[in-house]
């Protein structure tokens, strides 16, 4: 897929970038002892912008370190100002609104001057918002949690009642930078014991080779059920240029066959069976499937020579699948596991709420959805993708215990 440079949504962000600056800095030259600032201001603004110009236009080249550091840097001040601006224009919005309604006379008004506490707040939130994007990218993308569920099913095999499983998703290796943080992560996965291990695919960001520094950590996972697997988005390398079409074919079935060196078995449209006390369960994977990223999965063909009765767990990556697909279909799923949204990599679940901007892409974006009696989990992601780091929504390892009614 050939990368293309979008140069005039590029300029209109770069100029919105400057209008945004040029009201944070009046904002700033409010602030006591702070006249004088504007060449100072401007030259790191000016220094930025043509930095990230200048980083994009190279992305041809491929993603480098310099473009994620001036992408990084061109984020948090991004965001940070617009913080600072809200608040600043809530404050200017009050003032004026305050001042035609108190000074209003028929030859006209005045507006007052800004409040200094109001703009020394504004500027408070500001500084968090630097110190939050810092600790995203120094510590949260790696600040593994386990989240727990426990499901009841009517139709669960007696001798599975209390089977566990253990999943994540979304590794990709390809954004690792700390081997050992990531080693603290595996040691929580096999910490859970748990009956299971599945991944619910996006093994790389996009060429195989990068998982090979990480094969002997992941390959550390042991589940007396076995390591399953399936594919997700990222893994079959479209977001690359390859030199051929060979070559591309040539990184996926490598790619397949790194799953074997983990002791992950990849299902590729097609189930397993396990067994427990003379008694199955169904587990089934499909290749990707997702609304707007490629839909190759076939889930009748992953379900043949299996009858509806059959109590089935289903690992497909993008969770649109289920919407799509797999709530309503004729066979039951009891339960499908997904990835693949990150929860964005950034949002609050905290004090009752639960919000990411990837709410607006995704009605169900994170943990578990149950409609027509059948569940879905979807999986926050253990890696990071693009932003590197995490705010508010942490990397994480699922494990879900099922329980029969």
């Avoid at 001036?70 to 919005?93: K, Q, R, S």
Wanted: proline fraction near 3%.
């Amino acid at each position: 897929m050939k990368r293309r440079s979008p140069l005039l949504p590029i300029l209109i962000v770069i100029i919105l970038f400057f209008a945004l600056s040029a009201y944070v800095l009046s904002g700033f030259n409010t602030i006591n002892h702070w006249e004088g600032l504007a060449p100072a201001f401007w030259t790191v603004i000016i220094s930025l912008g043509m930095a990230i110009i200048f980083a994009i236009s190279q992305m041809r080249k491929g993603r480098n370190i310099f473009f994620t550091v001036v992408g990084h840097i061109f984020l948090i001040v991004l965001v940070a100002e617009m913080v600072f601006a809200i608040f600043l224009f809530i404050g200017d919005l009050y003032r004026v609104v305050s001042s035609i309604s108190t000074n209003f006379q028929p030859q006209g008004y005045e507006i007052t001057g800004r409040n200094d506490y109001w703009v020394d707040f504004a500027f408070i939130m500001f500084c968090l918002t630097v110190l939050l994007f810092a600790f995203g990218i120094t510590r949260g993308k790696y600040a593994y949690r386990v989240i727990k569920h426990t499901l009841y099913f009517d139709d669960l095999p007696q001798h599975f009642d209390g089977f566990t499983l253990t999943q994540i998703s979304d590794i990709h290796a390809g954004s690792f930078t700390k081997p050992k943080a990531v080693q603290k992560g595996i040691d929580l996965i096999n910490a859970q014991k748990s009956d299971l291990f599945v991944f619910t695919g996006d093994l790389v960001n996009n060429a195989a080779s990068e998982i090979v520094p990480y094969i002997p950590l992941f390959s550390q996972i042991k589940a007396p059920f076995g390591q399953f697997s399936v594919l997700g988005n990222h893994d079959y390398g479209d977001y690359v240029k390859w030199l051929s079409e060979t070559d591309k074919i040539k990184n996926l079935n490598q790619l397949k066959a790194y799953h074997k060196e983990l002791g992950f078995k990849l299902l590729l449209d097609e189930h397993v069976v396990l067994e427990k006390g003379g008694e199955k369960i169904i587990l089934a994977g499909i290749e990707n499937w997702g609304i707007g990223f490629g839909e190759r999965g076939d889930l009748n063909k992953a379900l043949q020579h299996t009858e509806a009765k059959d109590f089935k767990i289903l690992l497909s990556h993008d969770p649109s699948h289920w919407d799509a697909q797999v709530k309503n279909h004729p066979s039951k799923i009891q339960l499908s596991l997904a990835g693949h949204t990150h929860g964005m990599q950034f949002g609050i679940e905290a004090f009752g709420i639960k919000w990411s901007p990837v709410k607006y892409r995704y009605k169900h974006w994170a943990g578990i959805k149950t409609e027509n009696n059948r569940h879905l989990n979807v999986n926050r992601g253990f890696g990071f993708l693009g932003f590197s780091g995490r705010i508010g929504i942490w990397p994480e390892i699922t494990v879900i215990e099922l329980k029969r009614k």
